[in-house]
């Protein structure tokens, strides 16, 4: 292929890193200041329970990146740090392989088979990892888990396809390297509908990302300074701290549940989302909510490429998807 027809390819390939989420797509995190959001909607599965809207100044602690995390998911942070340590920035050195292109210059192979062997090995590490959060028995890693997948199948997506699509960018890389024909995409990849969805600068949704899902900032930091409440506010938020932390240890057996164990301990999620729900409704416009807390609030929502509402609405199919499991297994 000549410099020309590699171009128009490099070209499309760039929109597929944009759209894999090689690039963390930005968001509008929210602010200190509140924000408008249908807390309680995220759990009305059942139409019996009466739903409200409510007032937030900050994401409530919940979800597998919260900071009451169990044992299980906590381990998990080593690898995930291995990948991002060790991971090449592909968009930087892909973006330098379009621009010797469009100056009429072939890029250096050898560059080229190193980026697409990095990608390659990127992709297995993420295809690995999600495969040890499915079949992990814990909770909060199987709830990581099925906010990855929910978050692709917003897309159309799956972690197969996704892989599948980076790879053959890395076989186009080879391909460029050794001066051949690039190889044929993915059958079951609708590269139209990605490309479309890359152009697509109004998009409501970000697009679905390897790195922003292993990247994202964990918030560690407590909701409420301690020091700022005191008499009942202060035993009632430690209450909710404790009975969030004894939930989620106890998850840590989750898949040694029966399908209605497992319901029933998703509705018990459920309820302490709710307490949080109720607890920053009444006390966060007091002042007490933690600075570091926001932060990390809004450096993880920025490292998702989310908004708050974002993350509630894929929090929500998450658990969804495992009650459907959990159902599923109940007819067998």
Known sequence: MTNHHWSHLWNFLI????????????????????????????????????????????????????????????????????????????????TRFQLDLQMGQTPEPERLRVVANGLDHAVDQWETLVARLRMSGDFQTKEYAKLTEAHLNVHGQSVAQLGAMMKWQSACMRAMADNTHPPLPPPDIDLGKLMAEANNDSADK?????????????????????????????????????????LIEFGAKYDTFDPLGKLAFLDQVEAIEERWDVFFTRFSLMGALNDTYIQQCNGFLQSMGMTEQDYRTLLRKSHEIMRQDAEAERSL
């Open 206 to 246: 970000p697009s679905p990302s390897m790195s922003a899902m292993t990247a994202a900032e964990q918030i560690t930091s407590p909701p409420f300074d301690d020091a700022k409440l005191d008499g009942v506010v202060k035993e009632e938020y430690e209450k909710l701290c404790r009975d969030h932390q004894s």
């Open 15 to 94: 929109l597929l890193v944009a759209v894999a989420a090689l690039l963390v797509p930005s968001s509008q995190a929210f602010s200190q200041h509140p924000l408008p959001t249908t807390a309680r909607n995220h759990h009305c599965h059942d139409p019996r329970r009466p739903c409200s809207s409510i007032l937030f100044m900050a994401l409530t602690p919940i979800g597998p990146f919260c900071p009451f995390r169990s044992a299980a998911a906590t381990a998990m942070d080593a690898p995930m740090d291995e990948m991002q340590e060790h991971a090449p920035d592909f968009a930087t050195e892909m």
